[in-house]
């Protein structure tokens, strides 16, 4: 008779995804001081990924059977890269909490991506787990918060959630045959690769990605403990758990913030 606990081992992953939110919840705290110094979105967004990328490229994979998936990733990526520039602008513009609401509306976009690309059903759970979130969000907006907000925001706030449920559905859905290192690897790689094509097309100089005065302490905060060391989690656990509880249980990161 086995000792296992009845949903012990989903339990166990979803709770790496919850510290794994709580790490991600930290992002803003490290994009606002770089904000402040007066770096631009493009480069916070790319010292966010290279160095995830920078770390998993010797695991990547060029086999021929893989090199679709791999494509895959890295088109998902440059889609999340270009779209956090977005959440950076909204960063710089209001308060954190406003920001994060936005980035929480992902669950739907994850949902409605899952259904559209995968056929994958959410369920009756599911899609009441997203709604609760998307109330939950509503409600943190005091009419304060609301009278900020304007149609530009709007638009900015929402290119990254979108870009991140586009990516979850893919990962889930698309990129089984890449291991989760694979997975991560090819995802920040497409993100590092769009940012740093639109940071040299700002400013032609190489030397921009060293810029003298850059924050690294911060640059630091924002590559390890808010990206690689979360996306690592992500990467593995999220197949054992699917698109929706992934995103549901990934929804602490707005209380972290």
Do not use: C
């Amino acid at each position: 008779m086995s000792n296992e606990q009845p949903y012990g081992p989903q339990g166990i992953w979803i709770l790496l995804i919850i510290l794994a939110a709580i790490a991600f919840g930290a992002t803003p705290v490290f994009v606002r001081h770089l904000t402040e110094a007066g770096t631009p979105p493009e480069m916070i967004a790319f010292y966010r990924y290279a160095l995830t990328a920078l770390v998993l490229l010797p695991f990547m994979s060029l086999r021929l059977d893989r090199l679709g998936a791999t494509v895959l990733g890295l088109l998902a990526g440059a889609a999340i890269g270009l779209g956090w520039i977005g959440y950076v602008l909204v960063l710089g513009k209001t308060k954190i909490a406003v920001a994060g609401i936005y980035y929480m509306t992902y669950p739907l976009f994850a949902m409605l991506f899952a259904l559209a690309l995968t056929g994958h059903r959410p369920g009756l759970r599911g899609s009441l787990a997203v709604v609760m979130i998307l109330v939950a969000a509503w409600i943190a907006l005091t009419p304060g918060l609301l009278a900020a907000i304007t149609l530009d925001m709007i638009l900015m706030g929402l290119a990254a959630p979108v870009a991140f449920g586009f990516a979850i559905a893919v990962a889930l859905g698309w990129l089984g045959i890449l291991n989760p290192l694979q997975k991560i690897g090819s995802v920040a790689l497409g993100a590092s690769l769009a940012l740093a094509a639109m940071v040299l097309w700002q400013s032609p100089d190489p030397k921009i990605f060293i810029a003298p005065g850059t924050d690294w302490a911060n640059v630091l905060g924002l590559a390890a403990l808010s990206a690689l060391i979360p996306s690592l989690i992500y990467a593995i656990a999220a197949p054992r758990i699917g698109a929706i509880r992934t995103a549901t249980a990934g929804a602490l990161e707005l209380p972290a913030m």
